[in-house]
């Protein structure tokens, strides 16, 4: 069964960077699709990016797109998201989840596996 864990979360100045890990261990994440999505104290969930099975087609919310990269790496069976210029409204916890079609369905997909969350905290 797959099974995600969330890092890399924590303290960032504005205009700074950071890096999320997902890993993922009971499947191989190159054949799998993996979303992050983040939830900020009184919003809803909010789906930020997307990568598709074999590095194929990628999605990004609009307000990240420019900033955020998400990518994998296959030998760390990982998928990351490279967070750059900072902004505070980026304060959020930050979840992976994980589906095993070939290509992102959408951000209001109801994935089945999830990850705990990291948070990420903006600083002044």
């Known amino acids: 069964q797959l099974q995600l864990v969330e890092s890399g979360g924590g303290l960032v100045q504005p205009g700074g960077s950071l890096r999320l890990s997902c890993a993922a261990s009971?499947?191989?994440?190159?054949?799998?699709?993996i979303s992050w999505f983040r939830q900020a104290p009184g919003k809803e969930r909010e789906g930020v990016a997307c990568?598709?099975?074999?590095?194929?087609?990628?999605y990004y919310t609009t307000s990240v797109m420019g900033r955020f990269t998400i990518s994998r790496d296959n030998a760390k069976n990982t998928v990351y998201l490279q967070m750059n210029n900072r902004k505070v409204e980026d304060t959020a916890v930050y979840y992976c989840?994980?589906?095993?079609?070939?290509?992102?369905?959408?951000?209001?997909?109801?994935?089945?596996?999830w990850g705990q969350g990291t948070q990420v905290t903006g600083s002044s």
């Open positions: 990568i598709s099975k074999n590095d194929g087609p990628t």
């Open positions: 009971g499947i191989t994440v190159d054949y799998y699709v």
């Open positions: 989840a994980g589906e095993g079609g070939s290509y992102c369905p959408g951000p209001k997909y109801e994935y089945r596996n």
